[in-house]
């Protein structure tokens, strides 16, 4: 298998983070992107133009992070990242819509601060900082949710959260949320995590 990605991608991320989890880290080559790079190939490979894009053997392709997730949690034998079914399954999933939207947001705040200041839109940026504050609030306030395991969901709430200190270091999320920090401060010690800290490319 290939994977397209970029080392600052907090998506890619997630299945850096699923690849170590599930000891699969090694049955998978890593093909440096730059999406942004106008001569990219990526768009042939996925219609999207997005990374992470995970190409299997026989050359079917697979995006995005959740599917390429679910299929890697597919392949291996042991604790399983997506629960089966029921209520388990769903909590999981919402945990992870809720980690990669607060990343969506992000990127959103990030992309707009990027435009030349005659382009840029404050009320859009507020949008956007203001459904990250949220989500983070959401956290914090039903730590229950993050429990002690580290599921599709916890990895995508890690991931977002390393992510934003990556861009938004001043961001001071942690002042006011000190159940979601503490719990931050302890995932960010597992060894998937910290062999895919962002970077830059
Ligand atoms: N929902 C997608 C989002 C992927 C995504 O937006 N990746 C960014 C890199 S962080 C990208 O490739 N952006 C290129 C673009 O939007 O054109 C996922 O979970 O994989």
């Known amino acids: 298998m290939k994977l397209r990605f970029s080392p600052a991608s907090p998506y890619v991320r997630k299945v850096s983070v699923t690849l170590v989890e599930t ?5 998978v080559e890593k093909v440096l992107t ?3 790079d106008e001569k990219t190939d990526i768009g042939n490979v996925n219609p999207l133009g997005k990374v992470p894009t995970l190409i299997l053997e026989d050359g079917q392709v697979l995006y995005d992070s959740p599917v390429i997730c679910e299929y890697l949690d597919s392949l291996h034998d042991g604790d399983k990242l997506f629960p089966a079914s029921g209520a388990e399954r ?5 945990l992870q819509a809720l980690g990669d939207g607060m990343t969506d947001a992000g990127i959103a705040w990030l992309l707009e601060t990027r435009r030349p200041e005659e382009f840029r839109y404050d009320k859009w940026i507020g949008r956007q900082t203001a459904v990250v504050l949220r989500a983070m609030d959401a956290l914090e306030n039903n730590l229950e949710n993050l ?4 599921g599709i969901g916890q990895i995508a709430v890690a991931c977002s959260l390393g992510w934003l200190d990556f861009r ?9 949320r000190p159940g979601l920090a503490d719990w931050f401060t ?4 597992r060894p998937s995590m910290e062999k895919t800290a962002p970077a830059e490319a």
């Open 90 to 94: 769903w909590k999981a999933l919402r």
């Open 168 to 176: 938004f270091p001043d961001l001071g999320w942690r002042d006011d």
């Open 23 to 27: 000891g699969l880290d090694d049955n």
């Open 186 to 189: 302890t995932v960010s010690d």
């Open 147 to 150: 429990g002690t395991g580290f």
């Open 34 to 36: 730059n999406v942004w």
